[in-house]
């Protein structure tokens, strides 16, 4: 009996536990608690949790007009024109078009990283410390310039046309004086993402949709190729620090909750409003951009032509050290490269 009776005041216990539960938590009894039903209430929460999530919106669209540039070559300057001279921490975009007799031929750089992007055709690179290689259609080169570079940067002389993106991207001021390093992937090493039918993006540097770079980024960028499909919508994670625009190359796309709208050859700027979301969709006709978003160094940017620094004073001492070859340059003096003409 004295066993029945402890029994029977758990039980009692038990139950007036579970029944404050239910009336209070609203967690439901023990005999319907399932993994099932604690699944459903959080998936319905992530679900509303993304679709409210605010996407940023585009604060300025800028034209890139075609001008000349190096040798022969014709470049649209996305930023780096006098409507978007800078965007921290991105220098300078150039969509460029070369043919055979074209080209950017021995220049120097220091203090920031030039990323090239192949669209079309093929490009030669050399330096002068021997590094030497052909870039093709989907590539990527991503140079640290660091302390000083010395280079080519030539087409193919058996095709028409060397079609493709420079990226400029400012190093931080501990970085600036860095060894010079190559990051160099042909177009079947970068990883893509396919968040739908439809879908594609090339994952150049940070991540999309769970896909991860191989690139290692001093300055925390992130940089992808996009190609949409009509009438599909993307919505991609940014970090909320992080400055960012979209370039387009072909097509139209409907960017932000308010579906601006950007069109071919137009640099689109991100509204800075801790938002952590860009929604893109298209409507009539597939779409081809890059969309490429960094961390702001917020630090001062001098720049005279190839060489970025953070004071007038350290300019000065860069082209001392470039007309003397030294401290970074030493390999300059009487160099010439071999896929220049």
Partial sequence: MHLVFKALLVYIALHSLLVLSQTYFDIPFLST???????????????????????RSIVKSVLSAEQAEGRGARVRRSIGRPELRNHDPFLMLDEFDVD?????????????????????????HEDFAGHKGTIGPG??????????????????????????????????KEHKM????????????????????GVVIKVIAGESHGVKSKVYTRTPTMYLDLKMEKNKTIVQ???????????????????????????????????????????????????????????????????????????????YETFVDYQHGKNGFERAKNWKSSITE
């Avoid at 039903?37 to 999530?53: F, G, V, W």
């Avoid at 055979?100 to 490009?123: C, I, K, S």
């Avoid at 193919?156 to 060397?162: G, L």
Wanted: aromatic share 8%; net charge negative.
């Fill in 178 to 197: 860095c060894d010079p390093q190559y990051q160099e992937l042909l177009d079947k090493e970068i990883p893509r993402a396919t968040p739908e039918e």
């Fill in 237 to 315: 994670s940014i970090p909320a620090g992080y400055t960012g625009f979209i370039y387009m190359l072909t097509g139209t796309t409907f960017i932000g909750d308010k579906e601006f709208e950007g069109k071919a050859h137009h640099t689109l700027t991100f509204s800075e409003d801790g938002a952590e979301t860009i929604k893109v969709s298209t409507k009539d006709e597939p779409a081809h951009f890059v969309l490429i978003a960094g961390e702001p160094l917020k630090e001062p940017i001098v720049q005279h032509g190839p060489f970025v620094m953070n004071s007038q004073e350290e300019i």
């Fill in 100 to 124: 055979e007799n074209g080209g950017f031929p021995d220049h120097p750089h220091r203090g920031f990283e030039t990323v090239t992007y192949m669209l079309e055709g093929q490009f030669q």
């Fill in 139 to 172: 590539d990527l080169q991503w140079m640290t310039a660091g302390r000083g570079i010395v280079h080519s940067e030539m087409p193919v002389k058996s095709q028409t046309r060397a079609h493709g993106l420079q990226l400029w991207i400012n190093l931080p």
């Fill in 33 to 55: 608690l399932t993994l099932s039903s604690l699944t459903s209430k959080t998936t319905n929460t992530t679900t509303i949790t993304k679709m409210s999530a605010p996407s």
